[in-house]
């Protein structure tokens, strides 16, 4: 709308009314009266920064500063298309799991309730001392048919004072995040999402213009990892000092050489905007790989449950029954 020469608050307006989502509605709204009153667009966002983001308000004012606001705007549009298409990629990538994890629990959850105390009765006319993947599945059998109800309750109840801890305590989330940078699979896409994420909103700042510790500041502040954070908004404290970027960058020991060598390149050259803009191609092509292997990469984890979960419930079950058996067989 901006590139077809219609007004900004003519714009805001119509999206305003276009959009069924009460909060941005409100936002927009507002943002459009208080352009009316005389107000820039960027001074107004200013007042909405939670809901909008540093990377929207950060664009929004270098277009106002150049008079590109559409340009801004458009290059604003790309950034947030490619980050959410990452996380689209990721949820995609994750639902086969997911979906078989839930299959396994299902039948896992049909088997304790309805086959289990089948043989339940069979094993206590046995009277006999029974094998340990027999006394885990009554065990289980026991919990779930008597207390089912109130696992579930306890097992919702932990999980919420887990996730308020974690949004209220920024010191259990930095040790969440810490081992979330340690768990298996789930540290390299963190890694990589996070790197790729930072060098393309640092790469398109750059490019247009604004200053490097600015920029910085406004890619890491779209960081969720707080480690990781906390590793790359050094990285400005460097730069603040007299330091080289590349310098700040090595001291994270988040990067490769060849990345800090390119950046090096960069700098000295004056193309530093390209050089950023090639790193952000290379981590986007690390996250691509990573998340077209992630199903592979989790097969085997999940043939393992499946494979635990089948070889308890047949020894479970067949053990005793075999006892049973060789016991008749020496009778006779």
Known sequence: MTNAGISIYDSLSEIATATEDKALKTVFSKIADDINSGLSISASMENFRFELGNLTIAMVNLGERTGNLDEALYALADM???????FIKFKKAMAYPRNVMIAMAVAFTILIS??????????????AELPLPTRILLTLEHLFNNYGPYVL?????????????????????????????KTYLIKNVIMYSTLSRFTLVFSELIRAGIPIADALDTSTDMIDN????AKLQSVRIVVEKGGTLNKGLKDTKLFENMIIQMISAGEDSGTLDAMIKKVAEYYKMKFDLIIDGLTEAIE????????GMILLLALGIFLPMWDMGNAVQGRT
Do not use: C, G
């Open 114 to 127: 309805y086959v289990v105390p089948e043989f339940k009765v069979i094993f206590e006319e046995l009277r």
């Open 153 to 181: 309750a306890s097992l919702i109840t932990a999980f919420m004072l887990f996730k308020y801890a974690i949004n209220n305590y920024i010191d259990i989330r930095y040790k969440w995040h810490q081992l979330l940078l």
């Open 300 to 307: 085997p984890i999940m043939l393992f449950f499946m494979a």
């Open 226 to 229: 707080l480690p990781l954070k």
């Open 80 to 86: 947030l298309e490619e980050i959410r298409a990452n």
